[in-house]
C-alpha cells in the first residue's frame, strides 16, 4: 500500500462548479495535513494547512481532514478559470522529520 | 510572504556534463533547505535535506557523490549534478524551512528543468 494515494485526473470542471480533491494515506504518524497549488513550470505554493481532524475554511477553500478514516479532501467553491493549476496534498510527521510527503497531485482544469 | 528564487530556470547539457542549480532564499535566513526531484506526472520526490554548515542527509536511493549539495550560507544552497545523463533529466525544486511558522512551512522556489541530452 502506497504512502499516499491521489486521483491524479485530469479533473475538468465549469467556472462556478464545487472542486473536490481527495488523499487517502496510510502512516499514522501523519500529523500535519497541506494542500499546495502548483501552477505549469512553477514550485509549489502552500495553499491550506491542519493538523487536527475537522474542516477548515479560506475564503473559496476549505480543508477537511478525517484522521479515522485517513483521508484529506480539499473543497473550492465557486472555481474559477485561475484555480486551473495541480493540487497536490503533503503530509509531514509529528515530532518526527521534517521530510514532506506529497501526493502526486490532481490537476485540474476550469473552463471559463 | 517569503520569496525563495532557482538559477537557472532551464538548462540543457550533453551527457556527462556538471550542471550547478542555485537555490536563494530572498528575504528570510533559511536553515534548512530541501532539494526535491518531480518526474512527469509524479509527486515530489525529496532528495535530500541541506542544513546550513554541516552534511546534507540524502534520502535512500540518492546518489551523494552524483548530487552535490553545498549550503553555505543561511540564505544560499546549491546543487551539482555531476556527470549528468539523460536519465537525470528531471524538475529540480529546492525549498527553504521557516521554522515556527505554520507548522515549519517550507516554501518552494519556481524549479530548474534540466534536460540532458
Known amino acids: 500500500q502506497k504512502e499516499v494515494e491521489q486521483d491524479p485526473g485530469p479533473l475538468s470542471v465549469p467556472e462556478g462548479a464545487i472542486v473536490s480533491l481527495n488523499c487517502t494515506y496510510s502512516?499514522?504518524?501523519?500529523?500535519?495535513f497541506m494542500w499546495y497549488r502548483q501552477y505549469s513550470r512553477k514550485g509549489p505554493e502552500l495553499l491550506m494547512y491542519?493538523?487536527?481532524?475537522g474542516n477548515k475554511e479560506d475564503g473559496r477553500f476549505t480543508a477537511q481532514v478525517d484522521k479515522s478514516s485517513k483521508y484529506i479532501s480539499l473543497f473550492i467553491r465557486d472555481s474559477q478559470p485561475s484555480d486551473s493549476a495541480t493540487y497536490l496534498c503533503a503530509f509531514l510527521e509529528w515530532g518526527g522529520s521534517e521530510k514532506l510527503v506529497f501526493g502526486k497531485g490532481t490537476k485540474l482544469t476550469v473552463n471559463p | 510572504g517569503a520569496v525563495v528564487s532557482q538559477h537557472p530556470s532551464r538548462v540543457i547539457c550533453k551527457s556527462g556534463t556538471s550542471v550547478k542549480i542555485e537555490c536563494r532564499s530572498l528575504?528570510?535566513?533559511?536553515?534548512?533547505m530541501f532539494w526535491y526531484r518531480q518526474f512527469p506526472k509524479q509527486s515530489l520526490m525529496l532528495m535530500a535535506t541541506s542544513n546550513e554548515g554541516s552534511k546534507a542527509t540524502y534520502e535512500q536511493g540518492v546518489e551523494k557523490d552524483k548530487f552535490l549539495i553545498n549550503h553555505a550560507s543561511l540564505t544560499l544552497s546549491t546543487l551539482t549534478v555531476t556527470s549528468a545523463h539523460p536519465e537525470d533529466s528531471s524538475f529540480y525544486i529546492c525549498?527553504?524551512?521557516?521554522?515556527?511558522?505554520?507548522?515549519?512551512?517550507?516554501?518552494f522556489g519556481p524549479g530548474t528543468r534540466l534536460t540532458v541530452l
Open positions: 525549498s527553504a524551512r521557516v521554522a515556527g511558522v505554520r507548522g515549519n512551512e517550507q516554501f
Open positions: 491542519t493538523y487536527s481532524s
Open positions: 502512516n499514522s504518524a501523519f500529523q500535519y
Open positions: 528575504d528570510f535566513q533559511a536553515t534548512t
